[in-house]
């Protein structure tokens, strides 16, 4: 059974700073990974995808995060927050990309402080 | 391409009326999937279609929930009697093959 923690519910960085929300998973097969936002009263879209390629993987709107097995962990991290950045943001594992459901997180929701 | 849709966009309705949730996936895709989100529970995998065959329904709650594929191109999801604990956002997502899941906008479901 595949599982996905991400640590704190809550994270708030002033403008300008580092973003890092932390993802681990658990799976029993290699993962693939994925990173999702949801604005307020939307869907889903995704940031980054992990499908056992690089390990750094670079997404949209200048945001990356590295999978690192020996930690089992894939963090999301911007260099500077935008305050276009508020939002929540998923963390996913599903075993196969796109063909299996995904597993996600509770979610953590980024505050950007002005 | 105009993206995943779903009807309603929200839907109120009373404990123990039938409600019925629709998605159009985007065109050419061939899996198609259906989440709930709940503040309790956040995002659920409900049931998942490949070629318009349910792959796994293993998250859907109880015999309340059904789900259906007629064609490549709509699915709904049932539920009956609702209940009060139903409420929540239901979304639709669908992928080609091994590729991205794309979303829908949700469904934001009330049951009185």
């Known amino acids: 059974a595949q599982s996905v923690t991400q640590l704190g519910s809550h994270v708030s960085v002033s403008e300008g700073a580092l973003v890092l929300l932390r993802c681990n998973y658990s799976s029993s097969v290699p993962p693939y990974l994925f990173w999702y936002v949801q604005y307020p009263n939307q869907g889903l879209q995704l940031l980054l995808k992990?499908?056992?390629?690089?390990?750094l993987v670079k997404g949209i709107n200048g945001f990356e995060a590295e999978f690192k097995k020996s930690e089992t962990s894939f963090h999301l991290t911007k260099p500077s927050a935008h305050m276009s950045d508020a939002a929540e943001y998923f963390c996913a594992v599903s075993d196969r990309t796109g063909a299996d459901g995904l597993t996600f997180g509770k979610g953590t929701h980024l505050i950007i402080q002005p | 391409d105009a993206g995943v849709i779903q009807s309603p966009r929200h839907e109120v309705t009373e404990m123990g009326q039938e409600v019925t949730l629709r998605c159009k996936p985007i065109s050419g895709h061939n899996s198609l999937f259906w989440y709930r989100q709940t503040m309790m529970r956040g995002l659920e995998l409900l049931i998942y279609?490949?070629?318009?065959?349910?792959?796994?329904d293993s998250g859907m709650p109880e015999d309340r929930f059904s789900a259906k594929m007629p064609n490549a191109s709509f699915s709904t999801l049932k539920i009956q009697p609702s209940e009060p604990r139903d409420s929540a956002v239901y979304f639709c997502?669908?992928?080609?093959?091994?590729?991205?899941?794309?979303f829908g906008p949700g469904t934001r479901l009330t049951v009185l």
């Open positions: 279609f490949n070629n318009n065959v349910p792959i796994d």
């Open positions: 992990y499908t056992s390629a690089a390990t």
């Open positions: 997502a669908s992928s080609l093959a091994t590729d991205t899941q794309y």
